[in-house]
Nanobody
Framework: QVQLVESGGGLVQPGGSLRLSCAAS????????MGWYRQAPGKQRELVAD?????????????NYADSVKGRFTISRDNGENTVHLQMNSLKPEDTAVYYC???????????WGQGTLVTVSE
């Protein structure tokens, strides 16, 4: 069974930084995409950033970012360890949300989701 374990959330002041991490285990398939969604109170879940590797990409890897986080957030992967990190800099109060890690592969039962980690940006 695929398990995703997230860490790194917490309370930070505006302008501060946090680093989220997610480790995936138990997948019988090679993980193609790892990334992060977030959901703020009263809002729909939205993609923050993801990273896809493998033959489906042109260059061997593709990353996507929400416009609202471009230039502030950076996603990185350690494919050998099936981990993904989200470095979040210059955080704003509107970044406050529960952040969910997810993975996609050829597994038809996917995608798989982590339990979520709360990020609060406040004075």
């Amino acid at each position: 069974q695929v398990q995703l374990v997230e860490s790194g959330g917490g309370l930070v002041q505006p302008g501060g930084s946090l680093r989220l991490s997610c480790a995936a285990s138990g997948s019988a398939f090679s993980i193609l995409t790892m990334g992060w969604y977030r959901q703020a109170p009263g809002k729909q879940r939205e993609l923050v950033a993801d990273s896809t590797t493998g033959s489906t990409t042109i260059t061997g890897s593709d990353t996507n970012y929400a416009d609202s986080v471009k230039g502030r957030f950076t996603i990185s992967r350690d494919n050998g360890e099936n981990t993904v990190h989200l470095q979040m800099n210059s955080l704003k109060p509107e970044d406050t949300a529960v952040y969910y890690c997810y993975t996609k592969s050829a597994d038809p039962r996917g995608p798989y989701w982590g339990q979520g980690t709360l990020v609060t940006v406040s004075e």
